[in-house]
């Protein structure tokens, strides 16, 4: 079956520091990977998606993400940490299947940051 | 344009109760998909409509229900609640028919909370 890991629940980091927040997936296709950032009380933003193509996709906010295919892995990265990303970040495959499309999720992994 | 809107925002029932949440897509979307997010967990997925036909159905019992209307905006409904049917519920949208790639689109969901 689909699934998608977030192996790290939570994670603390300081501002200005640099982050990799991990995704791994089991889909038998290629997959359509996505990152959603959720704020306490919101509902989901899309931070970038991956379709096909370059391997590695560039965000909104600085944010990038790899594709490795060999690893089943997307991680998401940011140069520099800025308070304002403190937030759960979610990693996501779509999975297409007769007419449907829906989306699986990580459990997702809360980002504390530092002053 | 407005995004995804959602209402209530926020909903306290007792058990045994029915509840209706409902959710307009952002204009031009003619699909609407339901998840359900329990605290801590990932958003899990429970309907999704297209041109006002169920087009996908999750792992959920039949107490939940859905529909999409005409305007393509779309009620979830949950009959006879329990304890866990407490969670948010997130709409999304997306313009295009579920098996193409097209991005879902998330509103800010509704806070159920079952007594």
């Known amino acids: 079956a689909q699934s998608v890991t977030q192996p790290d629940i939570h994670i603390t980091v300081s501002e200005g520091a640099s982050l990799e927040l991990r995704c791994n997936y089991s889909?038998?296709?290629?997959?359509?990977l996505f990152w959603y950032v959720q704020s306490p009380g919101q509902g989901l933003q899309l931070l970038l998606k991956?379709?096909?193509?370059?391997?590695l996709v560039q965000g909104i906010k600085g944010f990038e993400a790899e594709f490795k295919r060999s690893q089943s892995s997307f991680n998401l990265r940011k140069p520099s940490v800025h308070w304002s990303d403190a937030a759960e970040y979610f990693c996501a495959v779509v999975v297409y299947g007769g007419s449907q499309g829906n989306l699986i999720f990580g459990k997702g992994t809360k980002l504390s940051v530092k002053p | 344009d407005a995004g995804v809107t959602q209402s209530p925002t926020h909903l306290i029932k007792t058990r045994g109760q029915h509840v209706t949440l409902r959710c307009s897509p952002i204009?031009?979307?003619?699909?609407v998909s339901w998840y359900q997010q329990v605290l801590g967990q990932g958003p899990q997925f429970i309907f999704q409509?297209?041109?006002?036909?169920?087009?996908g159905r999750g792992n959920f019992p039949d107490r939940f229900s859905a529909r999409q209307f005409p305007n393509y905006s779309s009620e979830l409904n949950v009959n006879a609640l329990l304890l866990g049917d407490s969670a948010l519920y997130l709409c999304a949208s997306s313009a295009g028919p579920p098996s193409t790639k097209n991005i879902q689109y998330f509103g800010a969901g509704t806070r159920l909370s079952v007594l």
């Open positions: 409509y297209y041109e006002k036909e169920e087009r």
């Open positions: 991956y379709f096909s193509g370059d391997t």
């Open positions: 204009s031009g979307h003619k699909s």
């Open positions: 889909y038998g296709a290629t997959p359509y």
